[in-house]
């Protein structure tokens, strides 16, 4: 998957795309604090079926989403895999290896499943978020909630120069396959891609020092106060639907105090 995507917005114009860009943060970076709390499984579900849904909604390739989605499920069955194995003391069975037995524990087994739920509901979410929302907007939201400026500049400068690197990187690698990279060994090749690893690291250091000196020159410092991204109010529909979704939030935190 190429890291451009991550700037791409579906021009199709779906509810999610068109609800206001504070709500969709508020509710989107809520449920994803939300659910790492949660210990039932069946709330964690709901909540991934209604990012599922959400995605849908936006009308877009399935094939998109099991991408961006492909690497953090990988992590989660890692997590799930390493708490059957380690955590807990009720064994349920054991799984005989090269001479050796690897108990499975039944709290690790709830365990796991717990942690792999949350960790792949998150990134649901998040992927929803990324998708139907521009990165200016989540991140002027974060700065209405008064998250320290230099974090949000860091974080959207970084945003802004991945696609620089990303594409230093693929033109790197497109002279090397030019080249007849590709037909040599295996250690040649992992060489070669070590290479321009470094590299790549070396100038996006040296760029950000230039992009921070510049900023610099025109008088940025950490208490500059920048101009307001949303000079609008909330539209009432869009404000009610908040509303909506907070008591659906606060009504899955309820529920998981009490039952």
Known sequence: MELS????????????????????????????????FFSHWYLIVSLWVLSIIGYYTLNMPWKRLIKRLLMPFSIAWLVFASMLFTNGEHVLTYIPFAGYHFNIYGEGLVLGILLMLRIMTAVSLACVLSFCTPMIEILETLRIFKVPSIMIDLADMMYRYIF???????????????????????????????????????????????????????????????????????????????????????ALIIANIFI
Request: cysteine-free; aromatic content about 10%.
């Open 5 to 36: 995507s991550f700037g791409k917005i579906s021009g199709n114009k779906s509810f999610l795309h068109r609800l206001d860009g504070r709500v969709k943060t508020t509710l989107f970076l809520s449920a994803i604090i939300i659910v790492t």
């Open 164 to 250: 620089i690197i990303e594409d230093t990187g693929k033109s790197m690698r497109h002279a090397q396959l030019s080249r007849m990279g590709d037909n040599s060994g295996w250690m040649h090749r992992a060489e070669d891609a070590g290479k321009i690893a470094v590299y790549i690291i070396i100038e996006s250091l040296d760029r950000s020092v230039r992009v921070y000196n510049a900023m610099l020159s025109r008088g940025y410092n950490e208490e500059s106060k920048q101009a307001k991204f949303f000079t609008y109010p909330i539209p009432a529909k869009d404000f009610r639907f908040g509303i909506l979704g907070t008591v659906l939030l606060a």
